[in-house]
C-alpha cells in the first residue's frame, strides 16, 4: 500500500477531547432533530445568506443545525470539546494524530465558505464553535500526514505511509465514476436518488446543493431525493409481493401512466427542490382497478419524473450532459432503467464499479504520489468503461413528457395539505 485517502458519509460528525475521545454519540447526516434550529437560523442570518454562504440551502442534512441544537440542549460538551471531527477528520487524526480534513469532507458540514473553500466566521459562529475547535483544511488530494508507527503496527501496514485528503462519498463517487469535469453528469440509484453535474464556477440556488469538487478544482452540484430504492422495498413489503422482481415481471405489461396513477415520491421529505421537511409522499389518481403492479410502475416512474425535474434545473447552470453514468442497485432494475433513459430522454451508461467512492478515494491517492500528474488524469485511466447502455424507447417519450408536466404541479398541490396535517399529528 502506498497511499491512504478516505471516502466516507457526509455531514456525520462528532465532538472530541484533547486524546481524541468522542464526547457525544455521532450525529448523523439523517438526523432530524434541528429542524427548529433550521428555521432560526434562517430566520437571523438569512436564508439566502446561508445558501449562498455555504452552496446549501437550508436543510437539517448540514452539520450546522445539528451543532446549534447542541448549543441549545447540550452547551457543555459543545464548549469542553477539544474539537469537532466529521468522518474525515476522526480517520485522519486516528490514523496519524494530526487534526486535518479535506475541503470537499468539511463542506457537506455547512461551515464553509464554499466559494473560498475556508471556514466561516458568521456560520461557526452560528453554529456555536470557537475557531480553534475546527480541523485544519487540505485541499483534496494533499497529504494530510503519515501513518503513526502504532497503528500502523496495528494494521499491517507500513508507518509513514502517506494520508491524502479524499473526499465526501457523493463526490468520490461521482469521481470514481469518471465525472470530473463538463460534460459528465452521474446517477447514484441507491436507496435515495443522488445526481451531480460539473460547474467550473460556483453557482448557488435552492434547485440543487453546492459542494466542492473532489479533484479540488471547481464544484459540483447535487440534486437528492430522499426515497430512492428505499421506497421500492417499501412497495414491496407493504403489498406483500414475494420479491421486487416479482413486481417488476408484473409491471413491465402495464402501459406507460400506470392506467392513471402518479407518484410523488416524498415519503422521507424533500430536499432539493423545495427543501419540505413536512412534505410527504403522495399517490394520486387510485381506483378499484388498480393492482400492485401498477403501484410498482408509478413508483418508478415518479422516481424517475423527479430525477427529470432536478436535472433540467441543474443542466440550465452547467449545460446539458453529453453522458449520464449511473450506478447503485437501480441499474439492476431493467424496467427502471429504461422509464429513466425514456423520461430523460437520453441514454444513461452504466457503471460496472460497485464501489465508486473507494475508486475516487483511490484516485486521489494515486494522483497524489505521482502516478498520475493530476486527479483528471488519474481518473481517465482509472475509471471503468460503462458495463452497458440503456436508450430511452422513443414511444414512450410523448407520454413521460405530458405526464412530467401535471408531476411539476402535484407538490404545489399537496403542500398546504401536508403541512396542516403536519400540525395535527
Request: aromatic share 6%; net charge negative; proline share 6%.
Amino acid at each position: 500500500v502506498k497511499a491512504i485517502s478516505i471516502a466516507h458519509q457526509r455531514e456525520s460528525f462528532t465532538l472530541i477531547d484533547n486524546a481524541g475521545k468522542p464526547l457525544i454519540p455521532a450525529i448523523l447526516w439523517l438526523d432530524e432533530r434541528a429542524r427548529r434550529q433550521v428555521a432560526r437560523l434562517s430566520e437571523e442570518l438569512g436564508r439566502e445568506a446561508i445558501r449562498d454562504w455555504s452552496g446549501k440551502p437550508p436543510d437539517p442534512t448540514p452539520a450546522l443545525y445539528a451543532l446549534a441544537w447542541l448549543m441549545e440542549h447540550r452547551p457543555q460538551a459543545l464548549a469542553e470539546a477539544a474539537a469537532l471531527v466529521d468522518v474525515h477528520a476522526f480517520f485522519v487524526h486516528r490514523l496519524t494524530g494530526r487534526l486535518v480534513t479535506s475541503t470537499a469532507s468539511a463542506d457537506p458540514l455547512g461551515l464553509l465558505n464554499i466559494a473560498h473553500g475556508v471556514w466561516h466566521p458568521r456560520l461557526v459562529e452560528a453554529a456555536g464553535l470557537r475557531p480553534e475547535q475546527l480541523p485544519e483544511l487540505a485541499a483534496p488530494g494533499e497529504v494530510c500526514g503519515t501513518l503513526s508507527e502504532s497503528v500502523a503496527a496495528a494494521i499491517g501496514l507500513k508507518a509513514g505511509t502517506p494520508v491524502i485528503a479524499g473526499a465526501g462519498d457523493g463526490q468520490a463517487m461521482g469521481l470514481g465514476m469518471g465525472v470530473y469535469g463538463p460534460g459528465k453528469s452521474y446517477l447514484s440509484l441507491g436507496s435515495g436518488v443522488v445526481s451531480g453535474n460539473y460547474s467550473g464556477t460556483v453557482t448557488t440556488s435552492d434547485a440543487f446543493r453546492t459542494l466542492v469538487s473532489p479533484t479540488g478544482s471547481g464544484f459540483m452540484l447535487e440534486t437528492v431525493l430522499r426515497s430512492g430504492m428505499q421506497l421500492v422495498d417499501w412497495i414491496v413489503r407493504t403489498t406483500g409481493a414475494p420479491s421486487a422482481a416479482v413486481l417488476e415481471k408484473a409491471a413491465k405489461e402495464v402501459a406507460p401512466g400506470s392506467n392513471g396513477l402518479l407518484v410523488m415520491p416524498y415519503w422521507a421529505g424533500v430536499m432539493s427542490p423545495y427543501w419540505d421537511g413536512s412534505a410527504r409522499g403522495a399517490i394520486v389518481g387510485l381506483s378499484l382497478d388498480h393492482e400492485p403492479k401498477h403501484l410498482f410502475r408509478a413508483v418508478l416512474e415518479g422516481i424517475a419524473l423527479e430525477q427529470a425535474i432536478a436535472t433540467e434545473a441543474m443542466e440550465e447552470q452547467t449545460g446539458k450532459a453529453d453522458a449520464m453514468i449511473a450506478a447503485g442497485g437501480g441499474t439492476n432494475c431493467a424496467l427502471l432503467m429504461e422509464i429513466m433513459a425514456s423520461v430523460l430522454e437520453r441514454p444513461l451508461f452504466v457503471s460496472p464499479v460497485n464501489e465508486a467512492a473507494a475508486l475516487g478515494a483511490a484516485m486521489l491517492a494515486a494522483s497524489a504520489i505521482g502516478w498520475f500528474a493530476s486527479p483528471e488524469e488519474t481518473a481517465k485511466a482509472m475509471a471503468a468503461r460503462p458495463a452497458r447502455q440503456v436508450d430511452p424507447v422513443e414511444a414512450l417519450i410523448p407520454t413521460y413528457r405530458a405526464r412530467k408536466e401535471v408531476y411539476r404541479d402535484l407538490y404545489h398541490a399537496t403542500r398546504d395539505i401536508h403541512t396542516r396535517l403536519g400540525a395535527i399529528t
